[in-house]
């Protein structure tokens, strides 16, 4: 549902920036206190799901208030922005990150860190620029409306116990530390311990040499976060096996010379997947953990992980099964170009159904990738090799292409894994039923 935004245009609250969005981190500001800037001009940049987002204004106005410094993680539907509305309206109190306040009373505050995605980031991963309170007097970090919850309830709020991303003080630390002092009932109630979010273990790093410290931000923050929730959330297991692409990589050679350009495996490889999900569709599922549902998809959306200097990228291919392998390899090259220079549409990093990961064209044997949750699959392309082989007794020169195939235990039966792979497998290994005859 989308975001309603303020009748009174006194504040802007982050709206949805994509699907299954929770939350975004502000990058930059492109405006400062006391701007008059018009509609649509772009208020901040945001990073969100690997994506850079341009946030617009919805209206003209004046900035009165930024309530988030640069490198602050922002909840989906807290105030990012408060406007000068002039006389007669409730205006909120200056200063980034400072105690602004909505010009409706009515306001229910849009609480940070009440949407839990489950996605806590490990103590590990989390940023190292805002810090609880300390001896110099700073601020403990918290949203405006979680200030004026703790203002409401006469709470000290640095004396709150944070347990949000950072060290940020959420709405439910300010009513833990309210519990204790309310009135306790004659019968003792034994209640079980309350789960709390991991101490971070203090470990002996080495200080000695380091020419750099790079914070977890941006993209690396967002695959640190991804990949530790998948680990946490999936039941992963493993099934490797090799195709003999000896055949195949005379068709694709062929092809390369009759289309004017060489093919990698890689278009070849989305063609056999393709045709593999359509015999084993639960491959072709996510999971819906909150409702405890699988979904199987009749649209198949191919991820198809991309390396850029910012870290890796998901880049979707939507409806791939209408694609011809020439088409593919297409629209991967175009994905992958967008993925590096940070052009990618939202739309086009995420929606996937099922992921490729090919780490050939960098070496190695093979790869046990981590899924992509909320998808249940993701295969593993390793180096093609030549190699001698056998067939009928006879030996030859053939060429051999790792495959890894990674599954969420939880959805995909062993069994089940290892049939598609094998379809997979069989296809890579008779070209003629892979691609029409050339």
């Known amino acids: 549902?989308?975001?309603?935004?303020?009748?009174?245009?006194?504040?802007?609250?982050?709206?949805?920036?994509?699907?299954?969005?929770?939350?975004?981190?502000?990058?930059?500001?492109?405006?400062?206190?006391?701007?008059?800037?018009?509609?649509?001009?772009?208020?901040?940049?945001?990073?969100?799901?690997?994506?850079?987002?341009?946030?617009?204004?919805?209206?003209?106005?004046?900035?009165?208030?930024?309530?988030?410094?640069?490198?602050?993680?922002?909840?989906?539907?807290?105030?990012?922005?408060?406007?000068?509305?002039?006389?007669?309206?409730?205006?909120?109190?200056?200063?980034?990150?400072?105690?602004?306040?909505?010009?409706?009373?009515?306001?229910?505050?849009?609480?940070?860190?009440?949407?839990?995605?489950?996605?806590?980031?490990?103590?590990?991963?989390?940023?190292?620029?805002?810090?609880?309170?300390?001896?110099?007097?700073?601020?403990?970090?918290?949203?405006?409306?979680?200030?004026?919850?703790?203002?409401?309830?006469?709470?000290?709020?640095?004396?709150?116990?944070?347990?949000?991303?950072?060290?940020?003080?959420?709405?439910?630390?300010?009513?833990?530390?309210?519990?204790p002092t309310q009135e306790i009932s004659e019968t003792p109630v034994i209640n079980p311990p309350k789960e709390t979010a991991p101490l971070a273990t203090?470990?002996?790093?080495?200080?000695?040499?380091?020419?750099?410290?790079?914070?977890?931000?941006?993209?690396?923050?967002?695959?640190?976060?991804?990949?530790?929730?998948?680990?946490?959330?999936?039941?992963?297991?493993?099934?490797?096996?090799?195709?003999?692409?000896?055949?195949?990589?005379?068709?694709?050679?062929?092809?390369?010379?009759?289309?004017?350009?060489?093919?990698?495996?890689?278009?070849?490889?989305?063609?056999?997947v393709i045709q593999g999900i359509k015999k084993h569709p639960t491959l072709n599922s996510t999971v819906d953990d909150f409702v405890e549902e699988i979904l199987i998809h009749n649209v198949i959306n191919l991820g198809c992980a991309v390396d850029t200097d910012q870290g890796l990228m998901v880049a979707v291919l939507k409806n791939a099964d209408a694609l011809s392998p020439v088409q593919l390899a297409d629209e991967t090259a175009r994905l992958a170009k967008e993925c590096r220079n940070r052009t990618i549409k939202r739309e086009e990093l995420s929606g996937g159904t099922f992921t490729i990961s090919n780490v050939g064209s960098y070496g190695g044997m093979f790869t046990t990738p981590i899924i992509n949750y909320p998808e249940v699959a993701i295969l593993g392309v390793g180096r093609a090799k030549e190699q001698v082989l056998t067939k009928d007794g006879s030996f030859y020169a053939g060429k051999v292409l790792p495959l890894s195939l990674s599954c969420d235990h939880r959805v995909v039966d062993g069994a089940e894994g290892a049939k598609f792979l094998r379809t997979v497998i069989e296809l890579l290994e008779n070209p003629e039923e892979l691609i029409p005859a050339i």
């Open 1 to 179: 549902m989308a975001t309603k935004q303020p009748d009174d245009k006194s504040h802007f609250i982050l709206p949805d920036l994509g699907e299954g969005v929770h939350e975004a981190e502000l990058i930059k500001w492109c405006v400062s206190v006391g701007d008059t800037v018009q509609e649509h001009q772009t208020l901040a940049e945001m990073e969100t799901d690997k994506a850079l987002v341009e946030v617009p204004s919805p209206w003209t106005g004046v900035i009165q208030s930024l309530n988030a410094n640069e490198g602050e993680i922002v909840n989906v539907g807290s105030i990012l922005v408060n406007y000068d509305v002039g006389e007669g309206s409730k205006k909120s109190s200056g200063g980034a990150t400072s105690d602004a306040k909505t010009s409706d009373s009515s306001d229910t505050g849009c609480v940070v860190g009440a949407v839990d995605d489950n996605m806590n980031v490990p103590a590990s991963f989390a940023r190292t620029e805002t810090s609880t309170q300390g001896g110099s007097g700073e601020k403990v970090p918290a949203t405006p409306a979680v200030r004026r919850i703790a203002k409401e309830k006469k709470i000290d709020i640095n004396s709150v116990t944070p347990t949000g991303r950072g060290g940020r003080v959420t709405a439910s630390d300010i009513e833990a530390h309210v519990a």
């Open 202 to 272: 203090r470990v002996s790093v080495p200080q000695e040499g380091v020419i750099e410290r790079i914070p977890f931000r941006g993209i690396r923050r967002k695959i640190a976060e991804a990949l530790t929730h998948s680990l946490k959330t999936a039941a992963h297991f493993q099934v490797v096996d090799e195709a003999d692409v000896t055949k195949l990589n005379q068709k694709r050679t062929a092809l390369g010379d009759l289309i004017g350009r060489k093919l990698s495996f890689l278009p070849f490889i989305m063609t056999a």
